[in-house]
C-alpha cells in the first residue's frame, strides 16, 4: 500500500511560482504513474498533469500546459509540480495520485491511492 502527502500549498498573489511535492511512503513508486488533479470550489475534480514510471512521458491540461511542470524523483519517492505564471482560476485543492497506467490515469482510471490535498490560493 501507497501512502501520498502533498505539500506546499499556500497563498500566492497572481503571476507567482510555486511548487508543490507529492511524498510517498510504503510500497515503492517505481512501478505506478503519478498525477495530480485539482478541484475548484463548487467544481469538479479535474486533470492537471501526469508522469510515467521513469519520467521521461508527461502529460499536461490544456489549462496549464507551459505553466506547469511535473517532475519525480523516485529516489526520495517524491513528485513535484512545478506552478509558474499563477492565475486566479489556478485556485484551488490539488492533489496527486498513485496509478497503474501512464496512459490512463488522466481519466482517473486504474488510480490506487490519492494524497489528502493541499489547497492553493492565488489572489488577483
Known amino acids: 500500500q501507497v501512502q501520498l502527502e502533498e505539500s506546499g500549498g499556500g497563498v500566492v498573489q497572481a503571476g507567482d511560482s510555486l511548487r508543490l511535492s507529492c511524498a510517498a511512503s510504503g510500497r515503492t513508486l517505481r512501478f505506478v504513474a503519478m498525477g495530480w488533479f485539482r478541484q475548484a470550489p463548487g467544481e469538479d475534480r479535474e486533470f492537471v498533469a501526469a508522469i510515467s514510471w521513469g519520467g521521461s512521458s508527461t502529460s499536461y491540461s490544456d489549462s496549464v500546459k507551459g505553466r506547469f511542470t511535473v517532475s519525480r524523483d523516485n529516489a526520495k519517492r517524491t513528485v513535484y509540480l512545478q506552478m509558474a505564471s499563477l492565475k486566479a482560476e489556478d485556485t484551488a485543492v490539488y492533489y496527486c495520485?498513485?496509478?497503474?497506467?501512464?496512459?490512463?490515469?488522466?481519466?482517473?482510471?486504474?488510480?490506487?491511492?490519492w494524497g489528502q490535498g493541499t489547497l492553493v490560493t492565488v489572489s488577483s
Open positions: 495520485a498513485a496509478g497503474d497506467d501512464y496512459g490512463t490515469i488522466a481519466t482517473g482510471e486504474g488510480i490506487h491511492v
